[in-house]
């Protein structure tokens, strides 16, 4: 059984950083493309970044490109998402997707890990 | 980038077939996905590959494409497929977009 478990949200002031990690299991988490999605509270989803099988290529949104960095370690079976300068905005339910065959869509979904930007 | 335009809101009662679309001015040449999302609950992925199920999700649930327009079909609506219905495709420059969801009241 596939298993994604996000950890390390929380409360963060404006302009701080945060690092989430999501461990996975049941799977060969080497041979597949992985991403970060979020959801802001009561609002839709917006997928925020993407990293390879080999961890070789990284893509991010615009809205936070040059302040989230995605990364991976494949003997650890984990992926990463360093946030920095975080502003309001980033409030949201963030989630670890797997993608499958390089379609770009997400096959399974961790139950996510909040992260709160207030002073 | 493109924009995923769905309804907002969808209506339907108990057995009846409820159907949302999701449409671009120019759908590109992508596969449209569909994900069902319950409060509190992570999505769920029930249509890949325009009309694609996976294992373990209903028959009711069926997918199609044409156009600059997808559509997820839920035949025989039940009660427990009241939720928020997003669809996905991908832009051919890198990243997933969105529709902006639809909820589905039974």
């Known amino acids: 059984e596939v298993q994604l478990v996000e950890s390390g949200g929380g409360l963060v002031r404006p302009g701080g950083s945060l690092r989430l990690s999501c461990a996975a299991a049941g799977f060969s988490f080497n041979s597949y493309t992985m991403n970060w999605v979020r959801q802001a509270p009561g609002k839709g989803l917006e997928w925020v970044a993407s990293?390879?099988?080999?961890?070789?290529?990284?893509y991010h949104a615009d809205s936070v490109k040059g302040r989230f960095t995605i990364s991976r370690d494949n003997p650890e079976k984990s992926l990463y998402l360093r946030m920095s300068s975080l502003r309001a905005d980033d409030t949201a339910i963030y989630y670890c997707?797997?993608?499958?065959?390089?379609?770009?869509?997400?096959?399974?979904w961790g139950r996510g890990t909040l992260v709160t930007v207030s002073s | 980038s493109y924009e995923l335009t769905q309804p907002p809101s969808v209506s339907v009662a108990p057995g009846q077939t409820a159907r949302i679309t999701c449409s671009a001015e120019?759908?590109?040449?992508?596969?449209v996905f569909w994900y069902q999302q319950k409060p509190g609950q992570a999505p769920l992925l029930i249509i890949y590959r325009d009309i694609l199920r996976p294992s373990g999700i209903p028959e009711r649930f069926s997918g199609s494409s044409s156009g600059t327009k997808a559509t997820l079909t839920i035949s025989g609506v039940q009660s427990e497929d009241e939720a928020d219905y997003y669809c996905?495709?991908?832009?051919?420059?890198?990243?997933?977009?969105f529709g902006g969801g639809t909820k589905l009241t039974v």
């Open positions: 990293i390879s099988d080999s961890g070789d290529h990284t």
């Open positions: 120019a759908l590109p040449d992508q596969y």
């Open positions: 996905q495709s991908p832009d051919s420059s890198g990243p997933w977009v």
């Open positions: 997707v797997r993608d499958p065959n390089g379609y770009k869509y997400g096959d399974s």
